[in-house]
C-alpha cells in the first residue's frame, strides 16, 4: 500500500525545510514537501493538526519486567538490593506465556509513545531454559509490526550480584549460551540495515556474570557473525569496585582487556564514568544507553550524557524495564533527558532537537538500522504522527516541539513501520486493551502463586 500523508502542522526532517507532506512508497519514503498532489492507487492520510516525527529507537529495554512495575519490596532500594527484590526473584518463574503477555505489553507501551524500534536486554537465562520464552518476545513484536532487536543475555556464573544466589539461578554453561545464540540468529537475525529483526550478543553484566574468557569468546562469536554487543556497565560504583577487587584495573580497562570497546559496543547506564573513562570510550567509538528515568528511580544517579557527547560519543535513549522505570515511554525518556542536565550544566546543555535526534537517529545507526531513525526520502518510512490539537499541546508556541517539551500524555494518530500502518484508524495490528490487560493480570496472579510458594 502507498500513502500520501498530507496538511501536517510541520515534520522533523532535521532541518529548516518546513515540510508539510509526505509520500510512501513500498515501505519507503519517496517524497517530501507542500501541497503534494495524490497519486492513483495511493491512501491519503490528513494529517491536519499533527506534527511528525522519525519513529523512536529504544536501544534498552527489558520486556520482562512490563509485568514488574512497583513490586513494594523494591520500591526504595538501590540498584544491588533492588535485584534481588524484583527481577531476580520473580524471572525464574516466568513461562513462555507470561512472557508474551509481558512483551506485549512493553511493545504496546512503547508504540504508544511513539517508539518504533526496541532493543530487548532478554537479559538471563538459565541452564534449562526452554527457547519459547525467547520465542515469545519475537512473536509479540511481529505481531505488533514492530522493529526488534534482541540482545540475547547470558550469566555463566552466579557472580557478585547476591540475588542471582538467593534465587536459585543456575547458570548456563558457555557452550550452551554459543548454542542458543547460533540457533536465535539462524532463525531469526536479518542483515539487512532496514532489518525487522536482529540478534545482539548481550552478557547480562560485564563486570558480574561472566568470567573473562567466556566474554573473550562471546566477542569473537560476535564479530565472526557481524553481530553487536551490549551489556551493562557502571550502573553504580560497585561495578568499579569489583572490577578493581577482582581483575585489579578499572571496569572499563577491563572491558577493554575482554574486547568488550569498539563502535559495535554499546553500555546501558554508564553513571559512574570519570574522565578517563569517558576519554577512552569516546576514543573507541563505545556508545551508551541513556536511561535517565530509571538511574533516577533507582538513585543511581546522572550520567555524564554531556561531557561524553562533548568527547565524541554516540548518545542513545533507552527506557531500561518497567521495574525500575514504570512508565515504559519514550516520550518520558526524551523528556526527562531534555530536562535532566539542564539541572547540572545549565539551560542551553540540551536542545530538544539534539534530545530528538538521541531518541531517534542516533539510536538506528548503533543498532545497525541505518536505513531507519530519520525522515528523509529513501529511509524507511517509520513515521509517527502526534496530534498535538489536544489540551496537554494547546498554547505551545513551538509546535514541532511540543511532544518532547510537554510529554505525557501524547496522544498518536498514526503510527508506519516499513510504511505499514501499525497504530491509528488505518492499523490491523491494534490491540485489545481489555484483553491485554486481563493477560497481564492472570499471569501477573500465577506468578505470583509460584514465587510465594
Not at 101 to 120: I, M, N, P, V
Not at 401 to 421: D, M, Q, R, W, Y
Request: proline content about 4%; charged content about 20%.
Amino acid at each position: 500500500m502507498n500513502y500520501l500523508i498530507q496538511n501536517s502542522n510541520a515534520i522533523f526532517s532535521g532541518d529548516d525545510s518546513n515540510f508539510t507532506d509526505l509520500r510512501i512508497a513500498n515501505g519507503k519514503i519517496t517524497e517530501l514537501g507542500y501541497s503534494l498532489k495524490a497519486q492513483p492507487n495511493e491512501t491519503v492520510v490528513d494529517a491536519k493538526g499533527c506534527v511528525i516525527y522519525p519513529g523512536f529507537v529504544n536501544t534498552h529495554h527489558h520486556l520482562a519486567q512490563s509485568v514488574l512495575k512497583g513490586v513494594p519490596q523494591g520500591l526504595n532500594q538501590g540498584l544491588g538490593d533492588w535485584l534481588a527484590s524484583v527481577p531476580y526473584r520473580f524471572w525464574p518463574k516466568m513461562d513462555a506465556q507470561l512472557m508474551y503477555s509481558a512483551a506485549k505489553l512493553g511493545l504496546y507501551e512503547l508504540l504508544r509513545s511513539g517508539a518504533t524500534t526496541c532493543a530487548d536486554h532478554h537479559y538471563l537465562y538459565h541452564s534449562q531454559s526452554s527457547a519459547e520464552v525467547e520465542e515469545a518476545v519475537w512473536q509479540a513484536a511481529e505481531e505488533l509490526g514492530m522493529r526488534l532487536v534482541l540482545c540475547r543475555g547470558s550469566a555463566t556464573v552466579q557472580g557478585s550480584h547476591r540475588g542471582m544466589k538467593q534465587s536459585g539461578i543456575e547458570p548456563e554453561t558457555i557452550d550452551q549460551v554459543i548454542q542458543r545464540m547460533q540457533a536465535s540468529m539462524e532463525r531469526h537475525h536479518q542483515t539487512s540495515n532496514m532489518a525487522m529483526k536482529k540478534l545482539v550478543v548481550a552478557p547480562t553484566s560485564l563486570i558480574h556474570s561472566s568470567v573473562p574468557e567466556h566474554l573473550t569468546l562471546c566477542a569473537e562469536f560476535a564479530r565472526a557473525h557481524n553481530l553487536k554487543l551490549h551489556s551493562h556497565l557502571l550502573e553504580v560504583g560497585f561495578d568499579e569496585i569489583q572490577a578493581q577487587e577482582k581483575y585489579g584495573m578499572s571496569a572499563v580497562d577491563f572491558a577493554e582487556s575482554v574486547n568488550w570497546l569498539g563502535e559495535d559496543v554499546w553500555f546501558a547506564h554508564l553513571v559512574k564514568c570519570d574522565e578517563r573513562a569517558i576519554q577512552k570510550l569516546a576514543q573507541t567509538k563505545t556508545a551508551i544507553a541513556h536511561c535517565p528515568t530509571s538511574n533516577c528511580r533507582l538513585g543511581s544517579g546522572i550520567a555524564p550524557v554531556i561531557d561524553m557527547q562533548e568527547q565524541g560519543m554516540n548518545i542513545t535513549l533507552g527506557v531500561d524495564g518497567s521495574a525500575s522505570a514504570e512508565s515504559g515511554s519514550m516520550i518520558q525518556e526524551l523528556n526527562l533527558a531534555w530536562l535532566l542536565h539542564r539541572t547540572q550544566h545549565g539551560p542551553e546543555a540540551t536542545k530538544a532537537e539534539d534530545v530528538i535526534k538521541w531518541g531517534s537517529e542516533n539510536g538506528a545507526r548503533l543498532l545497525g538500522l541505518e536505513g531507519t531513525g530519520r525522515i528523509a526520502v529513501g529511509m524507511a518510512a517509520d513515521i509517527v504522527l502526534y496530534d498535538i490539537d489536544q489540551p496537554r499541546m494547546s498554547g505551545v508556541h513551538s509546535p514541532l516541539l511540543a511532544p518532547i517539551l510537554c510529554a505525557e500524555p501524547v496522544s498518536i494518530k498514526h503510527t508506519f513501520i516499513n510504511g505499514k500502518p501499525v497504530w491509528g484508524g488505518l492499523s490491523q495490528t491494534q490491540l485489545d486493551e481489555a484483553q491485554l490487560v486481563a493477560e497481564v493480570k492472570s499471569g501477573l496472579a500465577d506468578l505470583l502463586k509460584k514465587v510465594d510458594h
